[in-house]
């Protein structure tokens, strides 16, 4: 009896992803997650990989606005989104607001977090859910921190978010 033990291989398929606003046309394997896309393919190592099972938040970025876990996105899912990651908020001669923060209030400490937990604050503060300190540990509740920052993390968004109140505030 001839067996034959080889399974078949899924032939590429072709996306294309905005990310950072940049247009990437790639040929991948079905089975590549958006999370090992940008760090493998394109180089974007500022999105972590954490459990690899969307339980810590390391690998959060936003996609066409709304925070996801890139390690449990299918690549070929998004195809045509947006992807923003932490490489896209800000550059170091111009943070994001949430990237400055971060520093000032000292809202890191070994740091392998922090591009999902700002991009993942990004995402909540576009929700509008958030209103005080205990809803935004309760939202970010998905992003872990070994190190114990929260509180840090907690009070660079809720600066963040009271700047954003008042300029809206200012406007009116």
């Keep these: 009896m001839d067996h034959d033990d080889r399974r078949p291989v899924a032939a590429p398929v072709r996306v294309a992803l905005d990310v950072n606003g940049e247009t990437h046309r790639l040929e991948i394997e079905p089975s590549v997650t958006l999370l090992d896309l940008l760090r493998e393919r394109l180089g974007l190592t500022g ?3 954490g459990c690899d099972h969307g339980q810590c938040g390391a690998c959060t970025v936003l996609v066409d606005g709304r925070r996801v876990n890139a390690c449990l996105q299918l690549a070929v899912m998004r195809d045509g989104c947006a992807v923003t990651t932490i490489e896209g908020l800000g550059a170091p001669d111009d943070l994001h607001p949430l990237q400055a923060a971060f520093v000032a209030h ?3 400490q070994c740091g392998y977090c922090t591009p999902g937990q700002i991009c993942s604050a990004v995402g909540l503060m576009a929700e509008g859910h958030a209103h005080d300190a205990e809803e935004i540990r309760e939202l970010m509740s998905g992003n872990l921190c070994r190190c114990g920052a929260y509180s840090n993390i907690v009070a660079a968004i809720e600066d963040v978010m ?3 109140a008042a300029t809206r505030e200012a406007a009116e």
């Design 162 to 164: 009271g700047r954003s």
């Design 106 to 108: 000292d809202a890191f």
């Design 47 to 49: 999105t972590k990989k």
